[in-house]
C-alpha cells in the first residue's frame, strides 16, 4: 500500500485514473473512504488522489491529534504533494476536509490549481457545536448508524480515533479559535464553495446560512463562485454527488 511520511509516520493514500491531479480531503472523524462514490464520477477526467489524515483510516496511529488540526493536516498534505513530486494540484475538501484545503491553499499557493470548499462551518467554530461536542460526540458512540460509519471509516479502534478528535476540536475553539492562520484576502487560488440548504448542522441555524456565508467569505477573498444545493444532508458532495460532480469537474476545467 502506498504511504507518504509526515513527523515520521506513514500516512495512506491511493490514485486512480490518469490527468490533471485532484486531491480528495475528508472531514473529522471520517476518512478517504467517503469518497468511494465519487471516484468513477472523477477518474474518467483526472488522476484522483485519496488519502488518510494521520491517526484516521489506514494511516498511522498517534497518541493525540494536534491541537491546531486543520492547520496541521493542511502540513500533511502539503507534505504529501511534495513528496509525490506534482507541480500543482486541484484540492477538493469536505467539511473538516474543506478547512484543509483552504489552509494549504492559503500556506503553499505555488502548489495548488483550484481549491473546492464544501459545507463547512466558515472561519471558526460554531459556540453551540463546541459546547455540546462532547456530549454529542459520547451519544453518537451509542448510536449504531454513528459506530457503523465510524467502523467503515477506521476499523476496529475507531473509538480512539473518535475521541481524539472531540478532544482537538474542544481545545481548539478554547485555546485558537480559527480556523486559518493567513487572512482570507491572500488566497490567490480559484475557489468553488458548496453547501445544502438542508445540511442538517446548518439549516437549524438558518437555511440561508451557506449563501450569506460564502457571499461574505467571497467578498473577503475577493473572487470566488457558489453553488447551494436545495436538498441534501451533510456533507453536500455526498448527497448530491452527480450534481456535485458536474459543478466539480466544470470548475475546474474551465480556464480562467
Same mark, same amino acid.
Given at each position: 500500500?502506498?504511504?507518504?511520511?509526515?513527523?515520521?509516520?506513514?500516512?495512506?493514500?491511493?490514485?486512480?485514473?490518469?490527468?490533471?491531479?485532484?486531491?480528495?480531503?475528508?472531514?473529522?472523524?471520517?476518512?478517504?473512504?467517503?469518497?468511494?462514490?465519487? *471516484?468513477?464520477?472523477? +477518474?474518467?477526467?483526472? %488522476?484522483?488522489?485519496?488519502?488518510? @489524515?494521520?491517526?484516521?483510516?489506514?494511516? =498511522? #496511529?498517534?497518541?493525540?491529534?494536534?491541537?491546531?488540526?486543520?492547520?496541521?493536516?493542511?502540513?500533511?498534505?502539503?507534505?504529501?504533494?511534495?513528496?509525490?513530486?506534482?507541480?500543482?494540484?486541484?484540492?477538493?475538501?469536505?467539511?473538516?476536509?474543506?478547512?484543509?484545503?483552504?489552509?494549504?491553499?492559503?500556506?503553499?499557493?505555488?502548489?495548488?490549481?483550484? *481549491?473546492?470548499?464544501? +459545507?463547512?462551518?466558515? %472561519?471558526?467554530?460554531?459556540?453551540? @457545536?463546541?459546547?455540546?461536542?462532547?456530549? =454529542? #460526540?459520547?451519544?453518537?458512540?451509542?448510536?449504531?448508524?454513528?459506530?457503523?460509519?465510524?467502523?467503515?471509516?477506521?476499523?476496529?479502534?475507531?473509538?480512539?480515533?473518535?475521541?481524539?478528535?472531540?478532544?482537538?476540536?474542544?481545545?481548539?475553539?478554547?485555546?485558537?479559535?480559527?480556523?486559518?492562520?493567513?487572512?482570507?484576502?491572500?488566497?490567490?487560488?480559484?475557489?468553488?464553495?458548496?453547501?445544502?440548504?438542508?445540511?442538517?448542522?446548518?439549516?437549524?441555524?438558518?437555511?440561508?446560512?451557506?449563501?450569506?456565508?460564502?457571499?461574505?467569505?467571497?467578498?473577503?477573498?475577493?473572487?470566488?463562485?457558489?453553488?447551494?444545493?436545495?436538498?441534501?444532508?451533510?456533507?453536500?458532495?455526498?448527497?448530491?454527488?452527480?450534481?456535485?460532480?458536474?459543478?466539480?469537474?466544470?470548475?475546474?476545467?474551465?480556464?480562467?
Amino acid at each position: 500500500m502506498p504511504y507518504f511520511k509526515y513527523k515520521n509516520k506513514s500516512c495512506y493514500y491511493e490514485a486512480y485514473g490518469n490527468g490533471e491531479p485532484v486531491v480528495f480531503l475528508h472531514g473529522n472523524t471520517a476518512s478517504s473512504k467517503m469518497f468511494s462514490s465519487l *471516484v468513477e464520477l472523477f +477518474s474518467q477526467k483526472f %488522476e484522483v488522489i485519496l488519502m488518510d @489524515f494521520l491517526g484516521h483510516g489506514k494511516s =498511522d #496511529r498517534v497518541e493525540s491529534f494536534a491541537t491546531d488540526l486543520w492547520y496541521d493536516e493542511a502540513l500533511q498534505v502539503i507534505a504529501f504533494i511534495e513528496q509525490a513530486g506534482y507541480k500543482k494540484v486541484n484540492v477538493i475538501g469536505s467539511s473538516g476536509g474543506a478547512l484543509v484545503a483552504i489552509n494549504v491553499a492559503l500556506e503553499r499557493p505555488d502548489l495548488v490549481n483550484k *481549491v473546492i470548499a464544501d +459545507s463547512f462551518e466558515g %472561519e471558526q467554530p460554531f459556540p453551540a @457545536f463546541i459546547e455540546n461536542v462532547v456530549t =454529542d #460526540r459520547e451519544a453518537s458512540k451509542q448510536d449504531e448508524n454513528a459506530k457503523a460509519f465510524y467502523y467503515m471509516m477506521h476499523g476496529e479502534d475507531w473509538e480512539g480515533v473518535v475521541d481524539n478528535d472531540t478532544k482537538a476540536l474542544y481545545e481548539h475553539a478554547k485555546t485558537i479559535g480559527k480556523f486559518f492562520h493567513k487572512d482570507l484576502s491572500e488566497l490567490a487560488s480559484p475557489i468553488l464553495l458548496t453547501g445544502s440548504k438542508e445540511d442538517e448542522f446548518v439549516k437549524l441555524i438558518n437555511p440561508n446560512f451557506y449563501n450569506t456565508l460564502f457571499s461574505n467569505m467571497i467578498g473577503k477573498i475577493g473572487h470566488g463562485q457558489m453553488r447551494i444545493f436545495e436538498t441534501g444532508g451533510h456533507p453536500a458532495l455526498m448527497s448530491n454527488p452527480e450534481q456535485f460532480s458536474n459543478f466539480a469537474i466544470e470548475f475546474i476545467e474551465t480556464v480562467l
